[in-house]
């Protein structure tokens, strides 16, 4: 008489089969999961520490605008329509710029291109309908020549009139 399985084989293989998935699946994970995650919550603890070591590349407007240093830019763009604009949206990052004063004068920059007020003033679609924007080459571009735009825009104060 040839050997029959048991009619209940088949479920054990299966049983075994998920135990192994199970087994294979606890250790993996064991071994992917950073060893900081969890400690103070669910994400990486010594991302923390990570973060904070950061060298700072962003100074505050209130560095730039002392008395001693760009007062009368700032109280002039304090009065305009780029009074929410700070002076590192348009002079770069530069931490440590106040403390070197002008040491190093690579760290302030003054980009004159008319591409740095069009990467806010360009016609976008998705922009807010109420944000002034302007379709470049509608915007007093004549026979192909493109006028920087501060040669009509104080770029402290914008506002025409
Ligand atoms: C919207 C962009 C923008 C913002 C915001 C901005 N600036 Fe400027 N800034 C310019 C441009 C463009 C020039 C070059 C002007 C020129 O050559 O006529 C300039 C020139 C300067 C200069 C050199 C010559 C001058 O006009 O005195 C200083 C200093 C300066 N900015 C400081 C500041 C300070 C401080 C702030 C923040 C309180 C600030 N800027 C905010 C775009 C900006
Ligand atoms: C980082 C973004 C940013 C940059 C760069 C920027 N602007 Fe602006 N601009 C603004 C914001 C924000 C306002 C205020 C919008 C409002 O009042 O709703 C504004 C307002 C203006 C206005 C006033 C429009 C009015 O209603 O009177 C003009 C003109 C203007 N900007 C021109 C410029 C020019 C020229 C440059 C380049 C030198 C420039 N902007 C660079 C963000 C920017
Ligand atoms: C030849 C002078 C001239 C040049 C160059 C110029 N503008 Fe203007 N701009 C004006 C005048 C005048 C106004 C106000 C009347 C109007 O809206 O046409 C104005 C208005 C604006 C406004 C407000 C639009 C609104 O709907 O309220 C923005 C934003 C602006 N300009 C951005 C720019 C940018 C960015 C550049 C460079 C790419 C630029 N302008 C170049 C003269 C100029």
Redesign the pocket.
């Known amino acids: 008489m040839s050997k029959m399985e048991s009619p209940t084989s088949h479920v054990k293989r299966v049983f075994i089969l998920l135990l192994i998935i199970i087994i294979a699946g606890v250790i993996v994970r064991s071994m992917l999961i950073p060893e900081s995650f969890g400690k103070y919550g669910h994400y990486r603890g010594n991302a923390l520490q990570e973060e904070a070591a950061r060298e700072v590349t962003f100074s505050e407007?209130e560095k730039?605008?002392s008395s001693e240093?760009?007062e009368?830019?700032?109280l002039i763009?304090?009065k305009g329509k780029?009074k929410p604009?700070?002076?590192?949206?348009?002079?770069g990052a530069f931490a440590f710029h106040p403390e070197e004063k002008r040491a190093d004068p690579n760290k302030?920059t003054?980009?004159?291109d008319r591409s740095?007020?069009l990467t806010?003033h360009r016609k976008e679609p998705a922009r807010p309908k109420d944000f002034p924007m302007i379709v470049e080459l509608e915007h007093y571009v004549e026979g192909g020549e493109k006028p920087p735009c501060?040669s009509c825009h104080?770029?402290?104060s914008?506002s025409m009139g």
């Not at 604009?85 to 002079?91: D, G, L, R």
């Open positions: 407007q730039c605008s240093c760009h009368m830019n700032f763009k304090d780029h604009v700070v002076c590192e949206n348009c002079h302030f003054i980009n004159r740095l007020c806010c501060i104080d770029p402290h914008p």
